[in-house]
C-alpha cells in the first residue's frame, strides 16, 4: 500500500479475495478449499492498512477518528448482511452457488473504486479547494508529511493496547455463549439471541466512538486526551462492569452488565486506528499494519488458551473455590483483565499533536 498507492492495492485486494471465495464454491478438495481461503485472508489484510493511508490522507486530524469509526461498522453491517442473506440463499440454491455468487460483486466493486477513488484528494475532479483545504489543515499547498516522531515505547504501547484489547474481544466471539450455557443455565436459543444483542450495542459504539474522540480533539486540541483519554477511561469502565457480572446471579442483568462493558470497550478501536494515524506519517501502513497483527496474534493465543486455563483452575481446589467452583467464572475474571491491561497500555501512550502548517504570504 505504501509502494503502490491505495487506488491500486484496494483492487488488487479485493480481486484476489473474490477469486479465493469462488474457489471455495468451486473446489473439488481440500487443496483447493485451503488455497481459496489462505487468499482470502492474505489478502483482506491488507485493507485496513491501506485504508488508514486513505483516511490519512483524505480527512484532517480532527475527523480521522470518526473515518476509523465508520470504516469498523461498515464491516460488521457487512458481516451480519452476509450472515442473513446467506440463510435466505439456503433455500434457493447450494452452498457452492453461493460462494460464487458471493465473488461477483468483488469484481464490480474493484473496478468501481479504482475509476473513483485517487490516492491524492487533490487529483480528484468532485474535491473542491475549500475542500482541499480543509483535509490539510488550512494549506492551499501539500504538506509533506512529518518523519515518524513517536517514541519507541508509544509504538510499543500501541501493539500491546491491541493484543489485550483483542483478547478480550475474541470472548464474546468465541466462548461467550458456551459460558452463558453453563454457568447461567441459558439454552442456546436464548445465547445466541443475547449474543445478537452484545453484537448490535458494539455497532452503536463503534458509529459513536470515533465521533466523540474527534469531538474531544477539536475542544481541547489534545490527541492525548482524544485518543489516550478516550480509550483509557472506556477501558477501564469495561473491565469494572465484566468484574461487576461476576456478583449478579440473574442471565439477563449480568449480559446486560457485560454488554454495557462491552459498549464502552468498543470506544477504544477507533482510538486506536486514529493514534496509528496520528503517529504513522508516512509509515502509517506499516504501523497500523504491525497492530493489527499484534491484536491478531492476542485474539488468537486467548481464544486457545481457554480450555488450558479452565483445566488449570479445575485441578487446583484451592483457585477452583475462590470462583465458585466454576471454572468459567475465572475465565471471566481473565478476559475482563484483559481490558484492564489494555487500559494500563493506554496510560503509558504518549501522543504529539500533529505540526499545523502555517500559510505564508505567497500561499
Known amino acids: 500500500g505504501q509502494l503502490f498507492g491505495t487506488r491500486v492495492m484496494i483492487p488488487i485486494y479485493?480481486?484476489?479475495w473474490s477469486v479465493?471465495?469462488?474457489?471455495?464454491?468451486?473446489?473439488?478438495g481440500f487443496l483447493v478449499l485451503l488455497i481459496g481461503r489462505l487468499m482470502v485472508g492474505i489478502s483482506q489484510a491488507g485493507i485496513f492498512p491501506c485504508s488508514t493511508i486513505a483516511i490519512s490522507r483524505w480527512y484532517p486530524a480532527t475527523e480521522r477518528a470518526r473515518a476509523s469509526s465508520v470504516l469498523a461498522a461498515a464491516m460488521q453491517i457487512g458481516a451480519a448482511a452476509a450472515a442473513f442473506l446467506t440463510v435466505i440463499l439456503l433455500r434457493y440454491m447450494s452452498w457452492q452457488t453461493i460462494f460464487v455468487s458471493y465473488a461477483i460483486p468483488g469484481f464490480i466493486i474493484a473496478a468501481?473504486?479504482?475509476?473513483?477513488f485517487r490516492d491524492d484528494p487533490a487529483?480528484?475532479?468532485r474535491v473542491s479547494d475549500s475542500e482541499l483545504q480543509k483535509i490539510r489543515g488550512g494549506s492551499k499547498k501539500a504538506v509533506p508529511r512529518p518523519p515518524l516522531s513517536a517514541t519507541p515505547l508509544s509504538l510499543w504501547m500501541l501493539n500491546c493496547q491491541q493484543f489485550f484489547r483483542a483478547a478480550g474481544q475474541v470472548w464474546f466471539g468465541s466462548w461467550f455463549a458456551t459460558y452463558l450455557q453453563e454457568t447461567r443455565n441459558v439454552s442456546q436459543e436464548k445465547s445466541g439471541l443475547l449474543l445478537g444483542v452484545l453484537l448490535l450495542l458494539?455497532?452503536?459504539?463503534?458509529?459513536?466512538s470515533g465521533s466523540v474522540s474527534d469531538w474531544v480533539f477539536k475542544r481541547t486540541g489534545s490527541l492525548n486526551l482524544a485518543r489516550r483519554g478516550v480509550a483509557t477511561s472506556s477501558l477501564l469502565l469495561c473491565g469494572i462492569l465484566v468484574f461487576s457480572a461476576y456478583w449478579i446471579e440473574d442471565a439477563t442483568w449480568a449480559t446486560a452488565t457485560i454488554g454495557a462493558g462491552v459498549f464502552f470497550a468498543t470506544f477504544a478501536g477507533p482510538c486506536s486506528y486514529a493514534a496509528a494515524i496520528d503517529m504513522g506519517g508516512r509509515n502509517v501502513a506499516s504501523v497500523f499494519a504491525v497492530m493489527n497483527m499484534v491484536g491478531n496474534f492476542g485474539a488468537g493465543l486467548l481464544a486457545l488458551a481457554v480450555p488450558f486455563f479452565r483445566t488449570f483452575i479445575d485441578n487446583r481446589p484451592a483457585l477452583l473455590e475462590m470462583f465458585g467452583d466454576n471454572s468459567w467464572n475465572a475465565v471471566l475474571v481473565l478476559f475482563?483483565?484483559?481490558y484492564l491491561m489494555a487500559a494500563a497500555c493506554w496510560m503509558f501512550l504518549h501522543?504529539?499533536?500533529?505540526a499545523q502548517p502555517k500559510e505564508t504570504e505567497n500561499e
Do not use: D
Not at 468501481?112 to 473513483?116: H, K, N, P
Not at 458494539?202 to 459513536?208: E, T
Open 123 to 125: 487529483e480528484h475532479s
Open 20 to 28: 479465493g471465495t469462488a474457489c471455495w464454491g468451486l473446489s473439488g
Open 336 to 338: 475482563g483483565s484483559m
Open 112 to 116: 468501481g473504486f479504482y475509476w473513483w
Open 202 to 208: 458494539a455497532f452503536v459504539a463503534s458509529l459513536l
Open 351 to 354: 501522543l504529539e499533536p500533529p
Open 14 to 16: 479485493i480481486v484476489i
